[in-house]
């Protein structure tokens, strides 16, 4: 047997208790929260009505947001209201676009028929057939549209504007430059490559900047993990090479699930002690070392797979750095691309964390047994 069965039983009882704590706390604080970096895709009506936390992806025929949305929306569909506020950028692609909330980012929309009616506190990029702005525009707003109609307060930079028809209303305050180019009848618009080339420059410096908030996100999780094995060597290496073993690999992957399925037991002692108050020492403590060991956990398995991955070459790496390197980069890469992460990262991601949980507590049952050996010996 792998467990001897009073090991075992100790074992599942400490370890289950505290990550119950740590996974049914947020219940109480957060039960209004739809999960962060939603995605919903191929759906035909979607409609948000609680806070959304983080990012949101959504394409369906028929979209309407509710509630607020913490991080970036992207939404692609047929019709799409949004009701609420968005703190984040917002990219809107769609036939008829109706926008009533504030948009506290940047907000691209490409479309057919587009209604802005909220503010938006940074840039306004709308490539549509028709287009109504009615709310205020804090930086600038680039324009093309067949048909267009500005009726904001105050915009605060440059505007503009290109197509075959566009009216401005005289109470509109320009903060910056005004630049119109409309057709004439009987001839096709020059557009100034200057003003070209800036849209273009502009509309894509959100990317950017996801681009590099996300790299110094690895770069983040790269330095942690240079921290932990740096800071915890042996252990490290320890747990590294029992997730790179076949035999302890399995072992390790066995002990997160048995550790996830052994959850169920302890979800009604965990109740009561959270509703008589004799728990919440407990979920302090828990909280803080379960969140560092989910944490570590998809840092320790993906510098094995990485490890393993490395040495094909019959090289194998000197030291775990180089792997671990590798493995995170990997690993925050399932997160990075949109498509891989509504499917296959979320579950990639998932098992991964097990996996390199069960490898730590594996390693720590082992450390209890061979003291026990060494005490009875």
């Not at 991964?352 to 010996?377: A, E």
Request: charged share 20%; glycine share 8%.
């Amino acid at each position: 047997m792998l467990y001897t069965k009073s090991n075992l039983k100790k074992f599942l009882i400490g370890t289950s208790l505290g990550f119950t704590i740590f996974i049914i706390s947020p219940i109480f604080l957060i039960n209004t929260r739809i999960k962060a970096s939603e995605i919903k895709l191929d759906e035909k009506d979607v409609v948000i009505e609680e806070l959304v936390e983080d990012d949101l992806i959504i394409k369906a025929e028929n979209i309407e947001i509710n509630d607020d949305i913490k991080g970036d929306l992207i939404a692609v569909g047929g019709k799409i209201t949004i009701n609420d506020d968005i703190y984040g950028d917002a990219i809107i692609v769609g036939g008829i676009i109706k926008i009533k909330g504030d948009i506290r980012g940047n907000l691209t929309c490409l479309g057919g028929d587009v209604v802005i009616d909220g503010d938006i506190e940074k840039d306004l990029n709308v490539f549509t057939s028709i287009v109504n702005i009615n709310g205020n525009i804090s930086d600038d707003i680039r324009v093309l549209s067949a048909i267009s109609k500005i009726n904001s307060t105050k915009i605060g930079d440059n505007l503009f504007v290109a197509g075959a028809s566009s009216k401005i209303s005289e109470n509109t305050e320009i903060g910056g430059d005004k630049n119109i180019y409309i057709q004439e009848k009987s001839k096709i618009p020059t557009l100034d490559i200057n003003y070209l080339l800036q849209f273009t420059k502009q509309s894509f410096t959100s990317i950017i900047i996801s681009i590099l908030r996300k790299i110094a996100i690895l770069a983040g999780w790269i330095l942690v993990g240079w921290i932990l094995f740096k800071a915890a060597p042996v252990k490290s290496t320890n747990i590294v090479d029992i997730l790179s073993k076949k035999d302890t690999s399995i072992k390790s992957l066995l002990t997160g699930i048995i550790f996830i399925l052994s959850l169920i037991i302890i979800f009604p002692i965990l109740i009561l002690l959270s509703i008589i108050g004799i728990g919440q020492p407990m979920t302090q403590l828990f909280t803080i070392i379960l969140a560092f060991l989910l944490s570590i956990g998809g840092i320790y398995s993906s510098t094995a797979i990485a490890k393993l991955i490395l040495s094909r070459n019959k090289k194998r790496p000197k030291s775990n750095m180089l792997s671990m390197i590798v493995g995170i980069t990997l690993y925050q890469l399932t997160g990075f691309i949109p498509l891989i992460a509504c499917c296959l990262g979320t579950i990639v991601r998932s098992l991964l964390t097990i996996w390199g949980l069960g490898g730590i507590l594996y390693m720590k049952w082992k450390m209890i047994k061979d003291s026990n050996k060494g005490v009875h010996s």
